[in-house]
């Protein structure tokens, strides 16, 4: 396919791209823009609709072919790109079907996959590196999908992309009220657990789940944590219990080791 | 005590505050600077020496007495500060004594403190966010301390201590080549467990060993992972199993695991 040259910050595509760069612009187009060779490769691999490749007009690494495909003038592509040392070659996704009714999660609960049915539910996670690491450790540890609540940051935010490193395209993502997410779960049977900061909730060590018994675990925000209300409607609350003096851990942290041991 | 205003960027004590900026000006003062009340509140309890304090003129917010103190014009504070949107309150500290003979950290190792005689090493870590909280999970699970091995990002690179959240401060951080720091530890009779990222090494959930038994780990670069010549050189390897499509777990969720598994 042949290469189009833009030399325009002005070109009508151009505009349009940049305007994937607000979590608006992307949910008026239904697309979103990742940088960068590697998460490209990953994204061409997951079988995702790439509807665009966009090249600087300097790049002169590897890109995969068979896509509409543009070379933008240096100051044009500087532009798009995020990063401040652009590796100079970003794609145009089409964004993924996101389940954000009850009736469409409900479902599917209702089609086991072949991943274990465990979810992790993320109520209002702020730092894009940590939710993007989240789901990483949620696809590593085979769970199912993840639910992202209210007042999480968006997925399609180009930091929370970066730090996936791709574990989007692999296990399903729910935009769903954790509130919702977590009656519709209860209402299938599968035990909630929610992550606790406080000692009177029970110490994760202690808890023996057949390994790929169904389950959903909520982890909070990096200040508040999981909202008191969700702790309330939750099967029961765990924490970690930390022999050191830090506060607190890392919410992606927090996970990881949750994940993990259950 | 008094507040001192400073108007001009060209003042000594600003420029030479300004050097703290880069790890070579660091090295040469002695001195760090951090960010934001609530470190410079944990740096006061931790009581580290405290140089001074440095407010924006616009500060209204608390702030620890009993330090020479500073108010700076809004541009002049802005030189220095180097967060986007800083909260106004910076403050510059003494670098704590690190170890970086392999004496020291003999000497070290033979004076058993309160906590467990565990040390975790880190191997050329690059990104500041993931040391800083490396450092807190290691403060988190009761380790003594951390070893940081030549080509691991400063620890008084600003990102790295707004990610420790004070974790520093709480155990001991020696700064020595990893095979020095592994020789040093295997000469005092402490297993050295290396994380590979391949099968051939030994599953995590397998090993047991005694609560608060002695033991280093180590945790490697991003991208590479330990160093081959460190896993050779190491009592064990380790890994832990994904059953998910992740390639790889970020370094920092895979050290909580280990550290809380372990």
Chains 1, 2 share one sequence.
Do not use: C
């Not at 009508?12 to 949910?27: D, E, F, I, P, Y």
């Not at 040392?85 to 479902?107: C, K, M």
């Amino acid at each position: 396919m042949q290469e189009e040259f833009i030399s325009s910050k002005q070109n009508a595509k151009v505009k349009n791209w940049r305007k994937l760069k607000t979590a608006k612009g992307r949910k008026q187009q239904g697309l979103y823009m990742i940088e960068g060779e590697h998460l490209i490769e990953e994204a061409v691999r997951s079988g995702v609709y790439l509807e665009a490749i966009i090249l600087n007009e300097t790049y002169e690494g590897a890109y995969p072919t068979g896509f509409s495909t543009y070379r933008l003038a240096a100051h044009v592509f500087e532009s798009l790109a995020e990063t401040d040392s652009p590796q100079g070659i970003l794609a145009i996704l089409g964004a993924q079907s996101r389940f954000n009714a009850a009736e469409d999660f409900q479902q599917l609960l209702a089609k086991p996959g072949d991943a274990i049915n465990r979810w992790l539910l993320v109520d209002g996670v702020q730092d894009p590196g940590n939710l993007g690491t989240i789901i990483r450790t949620a696809d590593a540890a085979g769970y199912r999908g993840v639910v992202l609540g209210t007042g999480t940051v968006d997925l399609y935010n180009d930091k929370v992309l970066r730090s996936t490193q791709g574990s989007h395209w692999h296990i399903e993502v729910v935009e769903l009220p954790i509130e919702t997410a977590m009656q519709t779960l209860q209402g299938a049977g599968i035990p909630v657990l929610a992550t606790a900061l406080h000692r009177e909730a029970r110490d994760y060590r202690t808890l023996d789940y057949a390994a790929g018994a169904p389950l959903a675990l909520v982890v909070g925000n990096e200040g508040q944590g999981v909202q008191a209300k969700l702790i309330e409607q939750a099967n029961l609350s765990v924490f970690i219990p930390m022999p050191g003096q830090a506060e607190s851990l890392n919410v992606a942290v927090a996970t990881g080791i949750l994940l993990f041991a259950l």
